[in-house]
């Protein structure tokens, strides 16, 4: 099993195709596995779409209720699953790459813009997370279902919970970045539009303003839209592939 261990989490990874490496990040919030690339709620799925030209790496996010598996604690945050994303690539000795990622692969990409940025090529959002407005009371109800898998982490007690969840969602439009990182982030990026409450229209657009090297794409998920998209993401992927020598 292709497994990746550090820092005391051990991260589960999948490989697909060959080619400059894509390193992707699955929806559905903290519950992001492979898997979920495979469900109508992923309208591009990257291993099936980029990987004749590609190579494609996928994983199970920490905890997710797949085949990673970490310690939780109140110190944990968006740095956290940087963290596995960069001992992923290391480990595969991948220097430099492409990122994709849905939902809340949106603060996943960011983390690693911020943390790595030299070792990015292009990135895609699609319809990523943030939040308009206040952060409202409480913790939200897609925090709560996830917490309700930890059944195997009694160190993860309501105050580390809360701690956590302040830690990803308290700080930053796009949760893990303010608008001064946005705007400062020269790696190109193609932005696709989400248009629910979880992946707000006006997230994906602003993060799309900000963004000195962006193009926005504002309808994308079914029918011909979903198809010219998808030509245009191979496209805006093709376009930033070094060119080896």
Excluded at 83 to 92: E, F, G, P, Q, Y
Excluded at 106 to 119: C, D, H, V, W
Aim: net charge negative; glycine share 6%; hydrophobic share 45%.
């Amino acid at each position: 099993m292709p497994t990746v261990t550090h820092n005391g989490a051990t991260i589960y990874y999948e490989e697909y195709g060959q080619g400059f490496p894509i390193l992707t990040f699955a929806p559905a919030g903290l519950m992001s596995v492979i898997d979920v690339w495979n469900r109508p709620s992923a309208p591009v799925n990257p291993i099936k779409e980029f990987a004749a030209n590609f190579r494609v790496i996928a994983l199970d996010q920490r905890n997710a209720g797949g085949q990673s598996h970490a310690p939780i604690t109140a110190q944990d945050g968006w740095h956290t699953y940087a963290a596995d994303h960069i001992a992923v690539l290391d480990h595969l000795g991948i220097e430099h790459c492409h990122l994709y990622g849905q939902c809340i692969g949106g603060p996943f990409i960011f983390s690693l813009l911020k943390a790595q940025p030299e070792r990015i090529a292009c990135a895609v959002l699609a319809q990523p997370i943030g939040r308009v407005g206040a952060m409202p009371p409480g913790r939200s109800a897609n925090f709560d279902s996830w917490t309700k898998t930890l059944t195997d982490h009694p160190e993860a007690t309501e105050a580390v919970l809360d701690t956590l969840y302040h830690n990803l969602y308290d700080a930053g439009f796009a949760y893990c970045v303010d608008r001064d990182f946005v705007r400062s982030c020269q790696t190109p990026c193609l932005v696709l539009a989400g248009n629910d409450a979880a992946h707000p229209f006006a997230i994906a657009e602003e993060i799309a303003q900000l963004l000195p090297n962006a193009a926005f794409i504002p309808e994308w998920k079914e029918g011909a839209p979903l198809v010219a998209a998808t030509a245009r993401i191979k496209q805006f992927l093709a376009n930033h592939t070094p060119v080896r020598v």
